[in-house]
């Protein structure tokens, strides 16, 4: 229901267009029920012998009778009986009505009826076709109304997710997969338009039509209605027994396109490795399986709506029995009572049954096409629960509340007694080992530290702090002796320019792979970031120069290359601080050479960090101290010469070359 109501949230916005679609199937079940109520017409003039002029002349004469009867009747009544005085009142104010209702038909319709009782068929016949065309057309108006809701609908709440996806922090997105996002954004998000469609279309029409003819049929003989509606309630619960099976079915469904999703991404994203392992096998038993856990999901919500419907509809039709079985009894006994219990106000004519059977009758449509979309409902409310599940999804590193004005880092980082641990909350009842332990560091402004350490051994996690990818579990980091979770994200961020060891580029033009770094960039300044990151001459002699598509994850650069524009878009930030993440451990000696040289200048007047597990001695010239790390904590700190006087065993472990090298 919570769902529902968010789902209504978004679709009142456009409450102009849901106004007219409503106005729209107003029509058309009034419509529909006014062509089912032509029965009456029809059975009049063809079974009966009468033309409706005489038809409607002799009603009114039976019941002005039938009145004068009454009311003679209600004179030799005594006051005192005061029952059965109301009793004779209602019914000369129920033949009262007739008459009137008779007299504006005779005034205001039938004189545009032939008095030929084929030209007055021929007459119903072409109403029938004209209210047809106009219920056509309101149909189709509605459906042009409800399509343009259901996408503008499903749009913001395509907009809302994404955008609470990229609000999420780094450790939230892993815990959720791209492969759930991917499913999350596109699979359950149609299997919510599906819903949203349904219960603009059909759960808003269809009930409608259905009341519209309850109306008339109670217009007709409001007690043998009031017996179809019988099964009203137990057909509520039908639907409330198979929609609970069909929500569950239908998560486990979208959980298992989701494996769908991961296997094809795994696959196709680690294409190169796939074929020079000849894993092709692996991965197809791998599709395989989550293509099947998918079909079982997927036969017992089919199975479950398969069900729902015969068993509605056939209730439905009990309810239809229910009324025409007296009203029969009704007509051929040529009574109005049954059992002593009054079902008619006077007994029925063949016409009423057959108006009342086909009203009755046409309220079975819109219960077989409601039971039809029951299972595209249950399976929109699961897509809803996980969509607004990403959405109302909070990252675990906040913002501030109160955030204070980061000026231009100028003088101290401080890491102090760091702690950290990564979240796997799918582990139960264990705990992943710390990352980083009591971890504490300082780092001037305009110093470049390299942080050297094997696998696992915390240096990236360290780093990844700086920007506030994640949080530490204890301690702090502060800039300039403010801590960084007192500046909002944004500003953070925007002092610090970042080169990873895989380098990521858009499927867009080299310039505004650029620019990515400084949105504000103009082409000047990108073409100087280009120079400075020695990545303007190979540009150049591109056909397209900067506005030369790189292809997806820059697949049609070599990997110097996409490196040298990954150093373009952080110069181009100008930020205070650098980290440079593995940025060399990919990359051939030349590239390596270049990003030495660019290091060498624009390292000028920023704190660098250098995270390497193996640091190239042509990057010892622009280091001024080495910070080791093993196991998560620091093992040793200070100059290249400080290390090899003081912690040579551990810097031989990590690294046995630089022994050998000499600080020019």
Not at 316 to 339: H, K, S
Not at 507 to 512: A, F, M, S, V
Request: aromatic content about 8%; hydrophobic content about 45%.
């Amino acid at each position: 229901m919570q769902n529902f109501l968010r789902i209504s949230l978004y679709v009142l916005r456009y409450r102009k267009l849901v106004v007219l679609s409503v106005v729209c199937a107003l029509i058309v079940s009034a419509f529909w029920a006014l062509n089912l109520s032509i029965a009456f017409p029809v059975v009049k003039v063809l079974f009966q012998n009468d033309s409706l002029h005489e038809f409607v002349d002799t009603e009114i004469a039976t019941r002005q009778t039938t009145i004068a009867q009454l009311s003679d009747s209600l004179e030799q009544v005594p006051e005192a009986d005061v029952k059965r005085r109301a009793r004779l009142q209602y019914l000369m104010g129920e033949e009262s009505r007739h008459v009137l209702l008779l007299t504006r038909i005779r005034n205001s319709v039938l004189p545009w009826v032939p008095q030929d009782r084929f030209d007055t068929m021929a007459v119903i016949l072409g109403v029938l076709l004209l209210a047809t065309v106009i219920k056509g057309l309101f149909i189709y108006f509605q459906e042009l109304l409800v399509g343009s809701i259901v996408q503008l609908t499903v749009n913001a709440i395509r907009q809302d997710c994404f955008r609470a996806a990229l609000r999420l922090d780094v450790q939230s997105l892993s815990r959720i997969g791209t492969s759930s996002l991917m499913s999350g954004m596109t699979n359950d998000i149609e299997q919510m338009t599906q819903a949203i469609r349904v219960f603009g279309v059909t759960l808003v029409r269809e009930p409608l039509k259905a009341g519209a003819c309850t109306v008339l049929a109670f217009f007709v003989n409001w007690r043998l209605a009031l017996l179809s509606i019988t099964m009203v309630p137990l057909l509520g619960l039908v639907f409330s027994f198979f929609g609970k099976r069909l929500r569950r079915a239908s998560h486990r469904t979208m959980e298992s396109m989701a494996r769908i999703y991961e296997c094809i991404s795994e696959t196709f994203g680690a294409a190169r490795i796939v074929i020079a392992f000849s894993g092709f096998r692996k991965h197809r038993r791998q599709f395989l399986k989550a293509n099947r856990e998918y079909y079982a999901g997927s036969m017992k919500i089919v199975m479950l709506g398969a069900l729902s419907r015969p068993i509605s509809e056939t209730m439905g039709v009990l309810g239809v029995f229910a009324a025409l079985a007296p009203g029969a009894y009704l007509v051929l006994r040529e009574t109005d009572t049954i059992l002593g219990i009054q079902l008619a106000a006077e007994p029925m004519s063949i016409a009423e049954l057959a108006t009342l059977y086909a009203l009755l009758a046409g309220t079975l449509d819109p219960v077989r096409k409601l039971s039809s979309v029951f299972e595209q409902i249950k399976r929109g409310m699961a897509g809803c629960e996980r969509v607004f599940g990403l959405i109302d999804r909070r990252t675990i590193v906040p913002e501030p509340a109160s955030p204070r004005m980061l000026i231009p880092h100028n003088s101290l980082i401080t890491f102090r007694n760091i702690s950290f641990r990564y979240d796997t909350p799918e582990m139960e009842g264990s705990a992943r080992p710390l990352a980083l332990k009591n971890v504490s560091l300082d780092v001037r402004f305009g110093e470049v530290i390299a942080v050297v350490g094997g696998n696992g051994s915390g240096k990236s996690t360290l780093l990844s702090l700086l920007p506030r990818f994640m949080d530490p579990d204890e301690g702090q980091i502060l800039i300039d002796g403010v801590d960084i979770r007192e500046f909002r994200t944004a500003d953070l961020r925007g002092q610090i320019g970042l080169v990873t060891q895989e380098t990521f580029l858009f499927n867009d033009t080299i310039y505004e792979n650029i620019r990515y770094g400084n949105p504000n960039a103009t082409a000047e300044m990108i073409q100087q970031a280009a120079e400075k990151a020695q990545a303007s001459v190979f540009i150049q002699q591109l056909p397209d120069g900067y506005q030369t598509v790189v292809g997806e994850k820059g697949g049609k650069l070599s990997g110097g290359q996409r490196q040298r524009i990954a150093l373009a878009r952080a110069i181009v930030r100008n930020p205070s601080i650098l980290i440079l993440d593995e940025a060399t451990s990919a990359v051939d000696s030349h590239s390596e050479d270049v990003i030495h040289t660019v290091l060498k200048d624009f390292a000028v007047g920023r704190t660098v960090f250098i995270i390497t597990h193996s640091l190239s001695s042509a990057f010892l010239d622009l280091v001024d101290r080495i910070a080791v790390l093993d196991q998560g904590q620091i093992r040793a700190l200070g100059t290249l010469s400080e290390l090899q006087q003081n912690a040579p065993a551990t810097l031989q472990m990590l690294q046995p070359e630089i022994l050998h090298s000499r600080a020019a």
